[in-house]
């Protein structure tokens, strides 16, 4: 049952649609983490400790289940080659079943990697897909506890391999 359904008197729970839109939110707040590199307060306001992440359709890593420390240590080396990152998030399908939901959306997902590194080519790859992932309800409210990215396009992915290759040099 999803917290979305039809009551039957004409509308839809207020606490469905709360719900819905506290999940929405959790997923602009999830974007702001990489856009704004705010690697410190946002994580925890968004995601569990532990959590499950899936890119391996973007880095070609297998799912795995890692500590919300760990994560984020790896987050912030990944983003910071970047000189920008932008992630828009739409078309939001969030389906509730009492504490957990999943939340089904789109993603573009922009990068810019510095002009010298883009070596006078493009300077941004760029990843179009979607978001599949899974959210539980904790004492704190919402929290992401499986991310995973499916790419359907991307364009000049060797900047990602750039931007890995630049940060491991340092």
Known sequence: MTA???????SYSMNALADRADLIELLGRY???ADLKEFTELPGLVLTDPLTIDFGSVADIAPMTVP?????????AAFAPYVATHHAI??????????????????RAEH????????GGPNFWL??????NEAVRTAD???????????????????SSLALAELQAR
Do not use: C, M
């Open 68 to 76: 919300l420390g760990d994560y984020v240590e790896n987050l912030r």
């Open 112 to 119: 810019w990697v510095p002009g010298e590194l883009a070596g």
């Open 31 to 33: 974007a702001d983490i």
């Open 127 to 132: 990843v179009v897909g979607f978001y599949d």
């Open 4 to 10: 979305l359904q039809w009551n039957g008197q004409g």
């Open 90 to 107: 739409t078309g939001h399908v969030v389906n509730i079943d009492g504490d957990t939901a999943t939340i089904h959306a789109h993603v």
């Open 141 to 159: 409210g919402w929290r992401l506890n499986r991310v995973k990215l499916t790419s359907a396009h991307q364009e000049n992915p060797h900047l």
